[in-house]
C-alpha cells in the first residue's frame, strides 16, 4: 500500500516558522515530482504551494509563498519537506503532500498528482 504521511504541522504566530515533513512508503518516489498543496478554510480547492521536478531538477513555488518557503527532498528517506518562515494568518490551511504527477499536467494542477497524503493542519495567528 502507497502512502505518503505529513508531519511537523501546527500553531504558530504570525512571523514565526514551522517545517513539515512527507514520507513515502510502499514505493519510491525518487523518479517522480513531490510536492505541496494547501486548502484553506472555506475554499473549495487545494492550491499549489510548491514542487520538486526530476526531470528539470527544478523548484517552482506560488508566488504567495516565493521567498518565504522552501521544498527539499531526501531521496534516502523517500521524504520531501517544506520549510516555511514569515508565516502570516493568510498561509493557514490544510496542506496536503503530493506525488508522482502525470506529465500531462501543469505543475500546479492538482489534479496531476495520483499520491496524496491524509492532510496535516497549519494555523498562523495574527
Known amino acids: 500500500q502507497v502512502q505518503l504521511v505529513e508531519s511537523g504541522g501546527g500553531s504558530v504566530q504570525a512571523g514565526g516558522s514551522l517545517r513539515l515533513s512527507c514520507q513515502g512508503s510502499?514505493?519510491?518516489?525518487?523518479?517522480?515530482?513531490m510536492g505541496w498543496f494547501r486548502q484553506a478554510p472555506g475554499k473549495a480547492m487545494a492550491a499549489f504551494v510548491a514542487?520538486?521536478?526530476?526531470?528539470?531538477?527544478?523548484?517552482y513555488y506560488a508566488d504567495s509563498v516565493k521567498g518565504r518557503y522552501t521544498i527539499s527532498r531526501d531521496n534516502t528517506r523517500n521524504t520531501v519537506y517544506l520549510q516555511m518562515n514569515s508565516l502570516k494568518p493568510e498561509d493557514t490551511a490544510e496542506y496536503f503532500c503530493?506525488?508522482?504527477?502525470?506529465?500531462?499536467?501543469?505543475?500546479?494542477?492538482?489534479?496531476?498528482?495520483?499520491?496524496w497524503g491524509q492532510g496535516i493542519q497549519v494555523t498562523v495567528s495574527s
Open positions: 503530493v506525488g508522482q504527477r502525470n506529465s500531462a499536467y501543469d505543475y500546479y494542477d492538482p489534479r496531476g498528482y495520483r499520491y
Open positions: 510502499g514505493r519510491t518516489f525518487s523518479g517522480d515530482d
Open positions: 514542487v520538486m521536478a526530476v526531470n528539470d531538477h527544478m523548484t
